[in-house]
């Protein structure tokens, strides 16, 4: 059938794998999650899950990078990997104590990841500070005027 009156790109699930890589690696995580999400409808492997999960985090799609990466962890509670990328959406989404345990399994199962124990480091120095000033440990604070200074927690690394 012809992809111009599907809608489908040309080539197959491969190719639509490595170009969504590809694009995400040229920075238009966006572009890569369509495809991606395409690949995953055929072939829902851990490496297209990861994939998946690491563009949106990249697109900054939080919410749906934690749910792809925590059905990759709970396929593969092993992978080392899948357990730092979760870390790292919860780190955004402000859930702090949870992704301190998946950066913690991560930093666990590869210790010579140096990024990962700078992210691990990181999360538990926000937790002891916010415990040590009497504030919640999930979540966003409010300022006095009512403004969230965490609305954009920041960068705290990549993915």
């Known amino acids: 059938m012809d992809p111009s009156r599907t809608g489908a790109p040309e080539g197959d699930t491969y190719e639509w794998f490595h ?13 890569a999650v369509v495809l991606l999400e395409r690949v995953q409808r055929t072939d829902a492997t851990p490496a297209v899950a990861e994939t998946l999960g690491r563009a949106l985090f990249e697109a900054r799609r939080y919410d749906e990078a934690i749910e792809v990466l925590t059905e990759l962890v709970e396929q593969s509670p092993n992978d080392d990997y899948a357990h730092y990328a979760l870390g790292m959406a919860l780190w955004r989404r402000q859930q702090f104590p949870s992704a301190r345990d998946h950066l913690s399994m991560a ?23 916010r415990s040590e000033a009497g504030l919640p440990l999930i979540g966003p604070i409010a300022a006095a005027d009512g403004a969230n200074p965490l609305d954009d927690p920041g960068s705290p690394g990549s993915v």
């Open 19 to 31: 170009r969504a890589k590809r694009l995400l690696s040229e920075g238009n995580p966006d572009a």
């Open 107 to 129: 930093f666990v199962m590869r210790p010579d990841r140096a990024e990962y124990g700078q992210a691990l480091g990181q999360v538990k120095a926000t937790l002891r500070a």
